[in-house]
């Protein structure tokens, strides 16, 4: 990934989570897939987003993207807290 977009994932990131905390999940989705399509293994985001859908209730669009993490990393300790969240 070029390092013009890895800062402009990285600010994209930032506003989606200020959405997310506004309550404006629908628009952090938004953000969140557009870094998604860009960048499919930043896992921060796909923390964050698998976090966005399960607040709109979007639970089986959370654990297609949680499974995705833990290829990424299994041992990771988000993977665990959001598999507890979403009752998988």
């Known amino acids: ?15 989606s989570y200020s959405y997310r ?6 628009k952090a989705i ?8 860009r960048d499919p293994k930043h896992f921060r985001n ?3 987003l698998t ?5 709109i209730g979007a639970k089986e669009r959370a654990e297609k993207i ?3 993490m833990a290829t990424l990393d299994p ?4 993977v665990a807290k959001l598999k507890t969240l979403l009752g998988s």
Not at 1 to 15: A, G, I, M, R
Not at 30 to 37: G, N
Request: aromatic share 4%; glycine share 0%; charged share 25%.
């Open 30 to 37: 938004d953000l969140a897939e557009k870094i998604r399509a």
């Open 75 to 78: 041992n990771h300790p988000q």
């Open 1 to 15: 990934v070029q390092p013009s977009l890895l800062y402009d994932n990285e600010v994209l990131l930032h506003l």
């Open 66 to 68: 949680l499974a995705k």
């Open 46 to 48: 796909l923390s964050h």
């Open 51 to 55: 976090e966005c859908y399960r607040l």
């Open 21 to 26: 905390k506004v309550k404006n999940v629908k």
